[in-house]
């Protein structure tokens, strides 16, 4: 059966964002500073078109790898509605994305395979779709915080990656504020590290 | 000259406490999921003299060869306060250590080379001292979080060794709450990965 994992870029001090963000974040000098190793990969460079050789090391591997496992991925409003404004044509998802709103709106078809579903029911109906369109692949939990946490709170998720970047965001958004510590184990399945960036991968256990 | 690093234990969501802990905090269920492999490791129970071979693979290194760095030890009163009542007659420490607090009082010398030095006039003039009795070792900033907070907004810390622990700790103290993130840039010196702790040490430059 598909696997349900969330990866995420955080920071030393478990920010995935930025104090005071706007919704045009994206790009921002936090934002990079947590994201920057990724527009180094040559699998990033490709996929976005952005020229470039780009990097083939462990990083770039450790992305391929992650990329090839996606059959869908599931993301909350506010990151759709920043990506909506950052992303290029040609949105760097290339698979169907599940975004969870309120908002009742019709598929939205971006070049290179990228189709964004506007779900309205909930996170597990969303989980319940998503494993029946992701042909076998897994399910990726993209963000933002609050939506990796009710995931991780209902017991719905199977691996935690973690991108650590080696900088700090201060009072920013809190990836595990509000975490339901007590009900969730964690085991280390694989560390890999770079000059750039840390790459945490645990599997989760209900406790 | 002596490097001045912090080490210190945390969760994957950043704490270095449980919530609502007391003063016997030291051998809690949250405690000793952050610091249970240090018990597992030979150098640490031949330390402590709690027999037992135990392990001898990289995290025994890594805890060997960052003992044999410390020259000095500076710690925070409450953390002195809990270790006073916790720790063994031959303290886990055996250099001097240097306990920031208001309280005037005699040095008090324990087994085994640990003699604890009550410092009253601030974080600057406890590290002068420091470094004049290491030796030409390093001394290590051992916690509480504030202290590790004090030390490092006064950029006076060269090396932040953080060994993660695979366990949430939920709403605990946090070590990062409160860092000058403006003020401090990180950088990977080396990342060493066992199955039960992942080890990050990051250099600390001014930025």
Chains 1, 2 share one sequence.
């Not at 990033?44 to 083939?56: A, H």
């Not at 598929?107 to 909930?122: A, H, I, L, S």
């Not at 509000?178 to 645990?202: C, F, N, P, Q, W």
Request: aromatic residues 10%.
């Amino acid at each position: 059966m598909s696997k349900v994992f969330v990866s995420m870029g955080i920071s030393v001090d478990g920010c995935v964002a930025e104090p005071n963000r706007s919704i045009d974040n994206m790009g921002s000098e936090g934002w990079m500073a947590l994201h920057r190793w990724v527009f180094d990969q040559r699998v990033f460079r490709e996929s976005l078109k952005i020229g470039g050789d780009g990097e083939t090391g462990p990083d770039n591997d450790y992305l391929t790898n992650t990329f090839q496992r996606i059959g869908v991925n599931i993301m909350g409003k506010k990151m759709f509605h920043e990506g909506e404004r950052a992303w290029p044509e040609d949105a760097p998802f290339h698979t169907p994305v599940f975004v969870l709103t309120h908002e009742v709106r019709e598929p939205w078809e971006r070049k290179g395979g990228t189709t964004f579903y506007f779900v309205n029911d909930g996170i597990e109906a969303a989980l319940l779709r998503a494993r029946e369109v992701a042909g076998g692949k897994d399910v990726r939990i993209c963000g933002g915080a609050d939506v990796v946490r009710q995931y991780l709170n209902a017991g719905l998720v199977d691996e935690l990656m973690l991108s650590v970047a080696p900088t700090f965001l201060g009072n920013g958004l809190r990836l595990f504020d509000g975490i339901d510590a007590k009900s969730i184990g964690l085991e280390i399945m694989e560390v890999l590290a770079s000059a750039k960036v840390t790459h945490l991968r645990y599997a989760i256990k209900k406790r």
